[in-house]
Nanobody
Framework: QVQLVESGGGLVQPGGSLRLSCAASGSIFSFYVMGWYRQAPGNQRELVAR???????NYADSVRGRFTISRDTAKNTVYLQMNSLKPEDTAVYYC??????????WGQGTQVTVSS
């Protein structure tokens, strides 16, 4: 069983920055693809960014160049650095750990609101 705990959300003005953190319950990065997803009211949950077991990263077109996903294996933590935030980035952000054989796990989510 994998547990994921997100933190770092909040209210920020357009153009501002936030860094989200996702603390995992153990050393899982060698086994799981780690991802950040988001869900705005009335919308489906969508992939924002992910990092593979080998460290390869992928981004949604809407955030490429503004967001950066990274991980610290010593701290069992994945980060999402979000710069140049826009009102349309407002959503609940979820951390995800996925492995085809071991399972699919979600954190509880953290709210990000971009507003002046």
């Amino acid at each position: 069983q994998v547990q994921l705990v997100e933190s770092g959300g909040g209210l920020v003005q357009p153009g501002g920055s936030l860094r989200l953190s996702c603390a995992a319950s153990g050393s899982i990065f060698s086994f799981y693809v780690m991802g950040w997803y988001r869900q705005a009211p009335g919308n489906q949950r969508e992939l924002v960014a992910r990092i593979s077991t080998s460290g390869t990263t992928n981004y949604a077109d809407s955030v490429r160049g503004r967001f950066t996903i990274s991980r610290d294996t010593a701290k069992n933590t994945v980060y999402l650095q979000m710069n140049s935030l826009k009102p349309e980035d407002t959503a609940v952000y979820y951390c995800n750990a996925f492995d085809l054989r071991r399972g699919n796990y979600w954190g509880q989510g953290t709210q990000v609101t971009v507003s002046s």
